[in-house]
């Protein structure tokens, strides 16, 4: 009765639910724009969360990730482009019922399976997240630095097709981790001689910057993109007969997006392609599959929707993030000054509180709004890509300067856009070098404590059975990302040589 009155009270006396509905719209709003992710997305709102209340702040990002989500299907459905990576899935049958006329339709079955793997996916964040840092009440500052290889160790998984990109795109954030003050001794370093580093590089430039900026970059040197066709887009959902058929492929949604969300390093995409996979191997109607099947669209829909909320649990409850969106989410989070992990429930309770009922308004709103916003995401989509790219361009820097009133900021940003924008030339991933630049001072403020402890002995890293445990995750985590690589390129020359 008590929880009920505090979350009654939230939506009362606190700007919760204008900050979820403001979410949402934003985000569907930079979902329907083709390559614009929702990590991009939420990083071009989160310079103007810094003077936010936390709560209210984490609110407005978590529901601009839940609007990228469903936002990404619509241009993928009316134009075969998808808006977000994880939409991708969504394009295979949802462009082909566009061409049959059935778009309004399709975008119909989107939004309903959104709202389902949304709800799905805050009842698992609420279930999972608090008995997780329930455990991690007995960290060690040895256990914390295993906690921190063990985020690292999932570049292994994000490095695309080469294991050596990915290592150096972690190594980079690394080093980015290290510009500043000496987290024992208090020695500047790698400052050269700048006042306005010595506190360090904030991950929140480098995110704005990496996702943002090095985007805008490409996409000034592409063409136009595809226009949309007014009269076929206008909203239809399911009958009763067709929800009944989409509840199959919408459960496999649902646990593929649970699991897939949980595991550091899948994310929405992986989830919606294997969602869509099961869906096709277990569907009566598996020749429609690729010609425009409904279950084609409910499936991947939910699973990626289902992502943007249990994507949160390794990031509330260790503090590792396992996705690019999830990785702003955390940059929100630490700006605020809250510290993920054993202590979060009990420190900042009101903030996890404002967060479950602000997801849960998020995806209410997600149904109204997503009615509503459509001709708005007609409209954007159909403007000129130079004037939505010189409006984004000044969003980004209206948004950090208005941070901290630093111009050295801005540099910071474009510095951190360039550095993208080299990586995607070359291929480098992102999260690999997000993952080094988030984690490396809790790794090597741990490391450094832990020898201070011991006077210097390393055994103490294998004393802790905490650490020895998640050292020994994180050693299989390598090993078997290592062992998937060989087999599935001894699999490919196989393949090859028949």
Not at 67 to 96: M, R
Not at 285 to 294: L, Q, V
Not at 307 to 322: K, Q, W
Request: charged share 10%.
């Amino acid at each position: 009765m008590g929880t009920l009155t505090n979350v009654l009270a939230l939506l009362v006396t606190t700007p919760l639910v204008p900050a979820a509905a403001a979410g949402v719209a934003w985000g569907i709003l930079g979902g329907a724009l083709p390559g614009i992710s929702p990590s991009i997305t939420m990083a071009l709102v989160l310079p103007f969360t810094y003077g936010m209340d936390p709560g209210v702040a984490i609110v407005l990002l978590s529901a601009t990730y839940v609007g990228a989500e469903y936002g990404g299907s619509i241009p993928a459905i009316l134009i075969n482009t998808p808006g977000t990576n994880a939409a991708a899935a969504t394009v295979l049958d949802g462009y082909e019922m566009q061409k049959q006329g059935r778009g309004g339709e399709a975008l119909g079955i989107s939004l309903y399976s959104g709202v389902i793997g949304g709800l799905f996916g805050l009842l698992m964040l609420v279930l999972l997240t608090e008995p997780l840092a329930r455990v991690a009440l007995a960290f060690t500052p040895m256990a914390y630095f295993a906690l921190g290889v063990l985020g690292l160790s999932v570049i292994a998984s994000l490095s695309g097709e080469s294991l050596i990109k990915g290592l150096a795109a972690g190594l980079i954030g690394l080093m980015i981790a290290t510009v500043g003050s000496d987290p024992i001794s208090g020695v500047p370093r790698f400052t050269f001689d700048q006042v306005d580093l010595l506190d360090g590089i904030p991950p929140i430039l480098v995110m704005v910057g990496l996702f943002a900026v090095s985007e805008l970059l490409q996409q000034s040197s592409t063409g136009e993109w595809r226009k949309a066709d007014r009269l076929s887009a206008r909203l239809r959902f399911p009958n009763a007969q067709l929800r009944r058929r989409l509840i199959k492929p919408q459960l496999f949604g649902s646990v593929i997006g649970t699991f897939e969300g949980v595991m550091p390093g899948a994310g929405g995409t992986i989830a919606s392609f294997m969602a869509y996979n099961e869906a096709r191997r277990w569907s009566r109607h598996r020749d429609e599959f690729g010609k425009g099947s409904p279950e084609g669209i409910a499936a991947p829909e939910t699973a990626n929707n289902t992502v943007a909320a249990t994507a949160l649990v390794p990031v509330l409850s260790f503090g590792i993030p396992g996705s690019n969106s999830a990785a702003i989410l955390l940059g929100g989070l630490l700006i605020h000054g809250i510290v993920p992990g054993p202590r979060l429930f009990q420190e900042n309770g009101d903030v996890i509180l404002s967060l479950y009922t602000g997801l849960f308004v998020a995806c209410l709103a997600l149904l109204a709004l997503g009615m509503l916003i459509l001709p708005a995401c007609l409209w954007l989509v159909n403007r000129p890509k130079a004037y939505l790219m010189a409006f984004i361009y000044a969003l980004i820097f209206s948004g950090v300067y208005s941070i901290d009133y630093s111009l050295f900021d801005l540099a910071l940003v474009l510095g951190a856009g360039a550095i993208g924008l080299g990586m995607r030339l070359v291929g480098l991933p992102f999260l690999p070098m997000v993952l080094g630049v988030v984690l490396g001072y809790l790794v090597e403020s741990n490391y450094r404590r832990s020898l201070v402890l011991s006077g210097g002995d390393h055994g103490i890293f294998v004393e802790d059975r905490i650490a020895l445990a998640l050292l020994t995750v994180a050693a299989l985590f390598i090993v078997g990302s290592l062992a998937t690589r060989v087999w599935l390129s001894v699999r490919q020359g196989a393949t090859s040589n028949d």
